[in-house]
């Protein structure tokens, strides 16, 4: 069976995609810094009748990413990355600390770019696979009170835009994913949105993204 890991998999849009893809027929590898909610998403997957598993991974650390990655693939056949856990704070620009300003860059820019790198001798050794990075609207345009976050999404929409032309003539693809503001608790602990109902639910988001994932370049979901 065909495995596919996703990272920061424990809640939303995270969560959403690895009960969809599960129900699509693949293994479904989550990863995430906290046990708990990958055991509780774990458990919702066997419940429907399809095949998970936990690994804790801090995606920050580049020497825990190997160790993480070099155990997954010695027990599953991975064919496709899912680069989805992200960390944001809001505000102005004066407003943000040193300790906020790092953990956006270690989790949303290192951290992609180290699970990237972990995995791509394997996939280069498979016929075909695949490399899906969630990157949100925040990596088209500059946004009020979102300086640092969306200059962590603009940094992977540049490294996702070069994979793809370096390795265009490869047997692996990479997709970026641009999406809108979704429901999750992703904005718990901040008034950043006014108005959460109008925002999408992970679950329409995350059937929106696997519908339209095809290898191609980018996903633009307005």
């Known amino acids: 069976m065909e495995s596919i890991v996703i990272t920061g998999a424990g809640t939303g849009l995270g969560k959403e995609l690895a009960l969809q893809y599960a129900q699509n027929g693949y293994s479904i590898i989550l990863t995430a810094r906290r046990i708990q909610p990958l055991i509780e998403v774990k458990q919702e997957i066997e419940s429907l009748g399809g095949e998970a598993f936990a690994y804790p991974l801090d995606i920050r650390c580049y ?4 160790r993480t990655v070099n155990s997954i693939i010695q027990d599953h056949h991975v064919t496709c990355l899912v680069n989805n856990a992200g960390i944001g704070y ?3 620009f004066s407003s943000l600390t040193h ?3 790092n953990e956006m860059i270690q989790t949303n820019v290192n951290g992609t770019i180290y699970m990237t790198k972990a995995f791509l001798p394997y996939f280069q050794t498979l016929p075909k696979a695949k490399v899906i990075n969630i990157i949100s609207t925040a990596g088209l345009r500059g946004k009020i009170n979102e300086s640092v976050y969306v200059a962590t999404k603009f940094a992977i929409r540049g490294f996702s835009e070069s994979l793809v032309k370096e ?3 490869t047997n692996i693809s990479v997709t970026a994913v641009y999406m809108g503001g979704m429901d999750t608790p ?11 109902s109008r925002l999408r639910s ?11 994932e095809n290898g191609q370049p980018e996903i633009i979901l307005s």
């Open 63 to 66: 020497e825990e990413v190997y």
């Open 167 to 169: 390795l265009e003539q």
């Open 186 to 196: 992703f904005w718990q602990g901040t008034d950043h949105i006014k108005d959460r």
């Open 99 to 101: 300790e906020q300003i």
């Open 202 to 212: 992970a679950q329409e988001v995350a059937k929106q993204i696997i519908a339209l």
């Open 90 to 92: 809001f505000g102005p």
